[in-house]
């Protein structure tokens, strides 16, 4: 059985660069650095200024370099394609961006070997379903809802073609539509708030507790007006 040396690496996406520690390893196994950097590179070109975590596995007889690439988690990779800072603190009343078919394709490809789907199309499904807890429209909708259109086959063409570029009219598109959700849902957010403080103002006053009664009446008895002498009482 081949000896398999590992090399673990981090290296910015396609901009892989021999270090000391590499070169140590491979040169006295009589393996072109070069060449497995260009490999690495390949695989590693579409996390272009991301960070990323390599193992290189190295069968010491055959000399054959097999490149592992890890990935961000996959809300990191949306954040990055999609150019946002963070997610929505409230989901279902703030939606962050409005994310074309294209850009999820592309985060699916960066993703797919680690996934355990069986084509792109059921890894387009689960970014999809990650764009949830961010607060991300995809083509306009709910991610629920775009997953039912991937599922109707509506974007097999995209998925088939491995469309990465949306178009910059798409683009346009996508963020005037999305204007228009974030306007309905502060205008709902209104409403309710509106509501709820109609419901306050319409409460009856709360009544008086059992001590707050008995000093009412006590009040009551210290401000009436003395009684009438009787005549009894003024031949006294």
């Not at 910015?12 to 021999?18: L, N, V």
């Not at 699916?108 to 970014?127: C, E, F, I, P, T």
Request: proline share 6%; hydrophobic share 35%; charged share 35%.
């Amino acid at each position: 059985m081949s000896k398999i040396e590992k090399i673990d690496m981090i290296t910015e996406g396609g901009k892989a660069a021999p270090t000391p520690a590499i070169a140590q390893k491979l040169g006295p196994l009589k393996i072109n650095i070069g060449q497995v950097m260009s490999k690495v590179n390949d695989k590693t070109k579409a996390f272009s200024g991301m960070k990323v975590p390599v193992k290189l596995l190295i069968d010491v007889d055959t000399k054959e370099v097999n490149v592992e690439v890890g990935t961000p988690s996959t809300s990191e990779l949306l954040k990055k394609e999609l150019k946002l800072e963070k997610g929505s603190p409230a989901r279902n009343k703030e939606k962050v961006t409005n994310a074309p078919i294209e850009s999820i394709i592309k985060v699916a490809r960066m993703k797919y070997d680690s996934m355990l789907v069986n084509d792109l199309k059921g890894a387009v499904n689960q970014v999809i379903g990650s764009c949830n807890s961010l607060g991300i429209l995809v083509e306009s909708l709910e991610p629920k809802d775009a997953v039912a259109e991937v599922n109707k086959g509506n974007y097999d063409k995209e998925i088939k073609e491995e469309k990465i570029e949306p178009s910059p009219e798409k683009l346009s598109k996508l963020k005037s539509e999305l204007e228009k959700v974030q306007a309905r849902l502060k205008e709902e957010q209104e409403k309710l708030k509106a509501l709820e403080a109609a419901k306050e103002a319409a409460k009856p006053a709360a009544a008086p507790a059992e001590g707050e009664a008995k000093a009412t009446e006590a009040d009551k008895e210290a401000t009436k007006p003395a009684a009438k002498p009787t005549k009894e009482e003024r031949k006294k």
